[in-house]
């Protein structure tokens, strides 16, 4: 049986070891989001400048639709709040390449054709430059020999560019 003494002196304890395990954990730098990303706790703004392309090929809006897709997952994964420039937080660059090549023939014909985007990506972190890259990413999906380019480019642009602004996410706020 125990004694109110001996409960008090042991709710004492328990009360001072849960106290500096809290503050041990809130005194941790990084902080995380919901998606994993670790963040500064002192970044509050990121930028997402347009990116340019400087591949020969490709529809004309090819950069606006990867900044968007790049801005669009940066704001729905983080708390930062998007701004036009000098982010506390920047990612910046240039499409590279646009490429339709066949992956598969069938006879004279591709029956198989891949298209590949490729993105130069420079990102800049203000409080941690040693997490600072410049990287190539690239993509790819493939269609069928018997369809255009013209017709399915969009959604296999789409689907490209969500590969590639996740590969350049992880990178930036994952260290991948």
Known sequence: MSTPLRNNRHSRFVFFIISVAGLLISACKPTV?????????????????????????GPPDL????????????A??????????????QFEGYISDYNVSPVAAN???ASQNRLT????????????????????FSGFADFAGT??????????????????????????????
């Open 33 to 57: 989001s919901l998606s994993g990303a670790s963040i500064p706790a002192e970044a509050q703004t990121v930028s997402v400048g347009i990116f340019k392309n400087n591949s020969t090929l």
């Open 63 to 74: 950069p606006q639709q990867f900044t968007e897709k790049l801005r669009d997952l940066v």
């Open 76 to 89: 729905q994964q983080t708390r930062l709040a998007m701004i036009a420039k000098s982010g506390d937080l």
């Open 107 to 109: 006879g004279d014909q």
């Open 117 to 136: 985007i490729t993105v130069q990506v420079i990102f800049f972190n203000k409080f941690e430059p040693a997490k600072n890259f410049e990287r190539t």
């Open 147 to 176: 369809e255009s380019i013209t017709a399915r480019g969009p959604a296999l642009v789409q689907e490209i560019f969500r590969q590639i602004s996740g590969d350049v996410f992880y990178a930036a706020f994952n260290n991948w």
